[in-house]
Every structure is written in C-alpha cells, then in structure tokens.
C-alpha cells in the first residue's frame, strides 16, 4: 500500500520567514517527487519536482529528498501572504503510467 | 503557456444519471490522467490512458466509469450511472513522459443530488 503522509497542519509562518513542509512515503521504489499547491476549491498547481537526492533550488522554493529517509520537504523563503495555502506532496512509483499518489496536505498560512 | 482545459466547471446531475466530463490535455503529452478529490480529502488517481487504452487503473475505477480519446484533442471520463457518493472535484491531467511533471487542469466539481 502506497502511502504519503503530511502533517496536516495549519501551520502558522510571519511574513518573510522561512516556511518549513515536510512529507514522508511509505514506497522505497518511489523515483519521483513532486510539490504542488492548492488554493480552497482550485487544482493543484505544480511548484516543484525533484528526482534524486540533495536539494533542488527554484527561486524562493528549495526541494530536498533524502530516499534513505523515505523524507521530502519543501522550504518556502520570503513568506508571502499569498503563500498561503494546502501544500501537497505526490510521489511517483515505478516508471510506469501509474498516477501519482498525494499526501493530504499541509494547511500553511503566512501571517503578514 | 500550454494548459490543460476541462468543461464544464461544475455539473449537477441526479442519482442514476449518466455523466461525461471533458479534457483537453497538452498538446504534446502521451500520458492523460483522471483523478477525484472528494470535499475534504486527498487527491486520488482513478485511471491513466496512453496510446488510446488505459494504461493503469486504481481500485476506484470501477465498471460505472469509462474514459475515452474521442478525438485527436478530448479526452473523456464517463460516469455511467452516478451515486451520491461520486461527488467530488475530478481532475484531468496529462504529462510528457511517465515520470515527467503532471499539469491539472481546473476541474469539474460534480455534484450529484
């Protein structure tokens, strides 16, 4: 059984701090690792993907994947009000057509 | 930038009826994706489609549901005979590669009564 687990939050940040979001997967055979956004009644919307260990940096967003760990977590620098919103964490299995399997969300707001 | 598109937005239906939602994916991408978010929960994968046949289903995808490549740009998933419980947002998603970035489109919230 697949499994991503988040902390569901809600996890409270001030303005221009770094935002911290953390996701464990349950399959050792997990190749792909993707964060996506969520707005209240929207789609998610991709921020990042990372594929192998170490950190990935794209502007205010870093990825880091540790598969030893079974650990991927997403840091948010310079906080925004509008950073505010469910952080999704989705892990890929395998190479094969298979979908994308998504941990609940973290709830983040950013207090300005 | 290219978009995944989805119509209609929002359909109400009543118990029994039958459904069909409609995508257009990426224009470049093989790998076409339905997923469902009931109200509250986490995104689920219902069925992935390469090369006009389904490529890999969950258990979700039960024989009420059926998708569809009616066309050279659509993509569809038809509900056969809706239940209370299929309520929720449903997702079309397509992406380049298997293992490539997965782009949603906006959804269709579906509403049965």
């Known amino acids: 059984q697949k499994e991503v687990e988040q902390n569901s939050g809600p996890l409270s940040v001030p303005e221009g701090a770094i935002a911290s979001l953390n996701c464990t997967y349950s399959?050792?055979?997990?190749?792909?690792f993707f964060w996506y956004r969520q707005y209240s009644g929207k789609s998610p919307e991709l921020i990042m993907s990372?594929?192998?260990?170490g950190d990935k940096e794209d502007g205010r967003f870093t990825a880091q994947l540790n598969k030893a760990s079974q650990y991927v977590s997403l840091l948010i620098r310079d906080s925004q009000p509008s950073d505010s919103a469910t952080y999704l964490c989705?892990?890929?299995?395998?190479?094969?057509?298979?979908?994308?399997?998504f941990g609940k969300g973290t709830h983040l707001i950013i207090q300005p | 930038e290219p978009e995944v598109t989805q119509t209609p937005s929002h359909q109400v239906t009543q118990m029994g009826q039958e459904v069909i939602l409609r995508c257009v994916p990426i224009?470049?991408?093989?790998?076409f994706y339905w997923y469902r978010q009931i109200l509250g929960q986490k995104v689920e994968f219902l069925v992935s489609?390469?090369?006009?046949?389904?490529?890999?289903k969950s258990e979700i995808f039960d024989d009420q549901f059926s998708v569809e490549r009616p066309d050279g740009s659509n993509f569809t998933l038809k509900i056969r005979s809706t239940k209370l419980e299929d309520s929720a947002m449903y997702f079309c998603?397509?992406?380049?590669?298997?293992?490539?970035?997965?782009?949603f489109g906006q959804g269709t919230r579906l509403t049965v009564v």
């Open positions: 989705a892990v890929k299995v395998g190479g094969g057509a298979d979908g994308l399997t």
């Open positions: 224009s470049n991408h093989l790998y």
């Open positions: 489609f390469y090369n006009n046949e389904i490529s890999e």
């Open positions: 998603a397509s992406t380049r590669h298997t293992n490539t970035e997965a782009f």
């Open positions: 399959d050792r055979g997990s190749q792909s």
């Open positions: 990372i594929y192998s260990n």
